[in-house]
């Protein structure tokens, strides 16, 4: 049986990480024509203890997102968060919208029209403007959440008849793909949505965010227009469950 790293040695890999991490992000930014401070890089905390999040915190990430909503509530006391700001990147069920509103600064993964509008109620009980995503499921996977693209001008109409709620873009995951060319045809296809549906002008619609990348494809999506990466692994290793 494989022997765990002692917590001292996984707080220095992190350390290590985070550092080849915005490098690389940097790096591709400006090959993407873009500077580094237009490329943000998140830090996904799932399963990750808030020693090694707060260690990522340290080191100039100033990011996260979190896939329960349970989760992020029970670390949320534990981690460093002045100046953080908070994202809820996972699958959020409508009967949890009550306790996440008001909690994170954006919900990125909005993908049906019944939890956009729960979410409004919810931030109009609370007095507040709930920035989110709208999640794209432009690999037409059934797996997988999300609008499909096709839908997405109906999507946005109704949207822009709620209140208390602020589209700022587009997420998304793509399927698998073995090759390079095949991940980049896919962000390069969300990207090409982004800038059709970002010039149009509805209530409420105020998009600058694109959200696609992860641990293993980040490159190629900064490549292909991404504004905010989401990664997990190459910062803190594979996820240990519990």
Same mark, same amino acid.
């Given at each position: 049986?494989e022997?765990?790293?002692?917590?001292? #040695?996984?707080?220095?890999?992190?350390?290590?990480?985070?550092?080849?991490?915005?490098? #690389?992000?940097?790096?591709?930014?400006?090959?993407?024509?873009?500077?580094?401070?237009?490329?943000?890089?998140?830090?996904?905390?799932?399963t990750?203890?808030?020693v090694?999040?707060?260690?990522?915190?340290?080191?100039?990430?100033d990011?996260?997102?979190?896939?329960?909503?349970?989760?992020?509530?029970s670390?949320?006391?534990?981690?460093?968060?002045e100046?953080?700001?908070?994202?809820?990147?996972?699958?959020?069920?409508?009967?949890?919208?009550?306790?996440?509103?008001?909690?994170?600064?954006?919900?990125?993964?909005?993908?049906?029209?019944?939890?956009?509008?729960?979410?409004?109620?919810?931030?109009?009980?609370?007095?507040?403007?709930?920035?989110?995503?709208?999640?794209?499921?432009?690999?037409?996977?059934?797996?997988?959440?999300?609008?499909?693209?096709?839908?997405?001008?109906?999507?946005?109409?109704?949207i822009?008849?709620l209140?208390?709620?602020?589209? #700022?873009?587009?997420?998304?995951?793509?399927?698998?793909c073995?090759?390079?060319?095949?991940?980049?045809?896919?962000?390069?296809?969300?990207h090409?949505?982004?800038?059709?549906f970002?010039?149009?002008?509805f209530?409420?619609?105020?998009?600058n965010?694109?959200?696609?990348g992860?641990?293993?494809?980040?490159e190629?999506?900064?490549?292909?227009?991404?504004?905010?990466v #989401?990664?997990?692994?190459?910062?803190?290793?594979?996820?240990?469950?519990?």
């Open positions: 049986m022997k765990l790293l002692s917590t001292s #040695r996984r707080i220095e890999i992190v350390k290590e990480n985070c550092k080849i991490i915005q490098e #690389r992000v940097a790096e591709t930014a400006i090959k993407s024509g873009r500077a580094p401070e237009d490329v943000r890089l998140m830090a996904v905390t799932k990750v203890e808030p090694l999040i707060n260690t990522a915190l340290e080191q100039g990430i990011l996260i997102g979190e896939n329960r909503v349970q989760e992020f509530l670390k949320e006391p534990d981690l460093h968060l100046g953080v700001e908070k994202h809820l990147i996972g699958h959020l069920q409508k009967n949890k919208v009550r306790q996440i509103v008001g909690k994170v600064d954006m919900i990125e993964s909005v993908d049906s029209i019944e939890l956009a509008a729960e979410i409004a109620k919810r931030s109009a009980m609370q007095a507040i403007t709930t920035p989110v995503l709208l999640e794209v499921n432009i690999g037409e996977e059934e797996s997988k959440f999300g609008f499909a693209k096709e839908n997405l001008d109906e999507v946005l109409a109704q822009a008849q209140e208390n709620i602020e589209v #700022r873009g587009l997420m998304c995951i793509p399927p698998i073995e090759k390079k060319e095949e991940i980049r045809a896919f962000f390069s296809q969300m090409q949505i982004y800038i059709d970002s010039s149009k002008i209530n409420n619609i105020n998009m965010v694109l959200s696609m992860m641990s293993g494809d980040f190629e999506a900064i490549l292909e227009g991404s504004s905010l #989401r990664v997990g692994s190459a910062i803190f290793g594979e996820r240990i469950y519990r």
